[in-house]
């Protein structure tokens, strides 16, 4: 349910994460996104300052690897990373006070 997704994002992001949701769905990528998400247990969370949480996923690579990522207009950019510790996934969490509600930001 694309409409209840939508809503577990930041207020003011819900309506642009429910058009990004169906426009995935139409091109049949939906599925390919969601498994692109890494397991919770994978994870780790940095410091924070109460009302903002930031989990990541560190990873190590002992060569250098060349990904693919989102340029923020629908596209992709390759980018080689050399080796060592980076952070391949990033997902922050902001608290609505009033609601005492965590949405993803």
Known sequence: NLEEASKYHWWTKQEKEKERLKKLKQENKLQEHIESFPKWEELEEEEGDGEEKRYVLIKNNPEPETVKL???RGGY???TF???DYIAF???F???KYANIWKIY
């Open 70 to 72: 989102p340029d923020g």
């Open 77 to 79: 950019i390759e980018t």
């Open 82 to 84: 050399p080796p060592g």
């Open 90 to 92: 990033s997902v922050a």
């Open 94 to 96: 902001y608290l609505n």
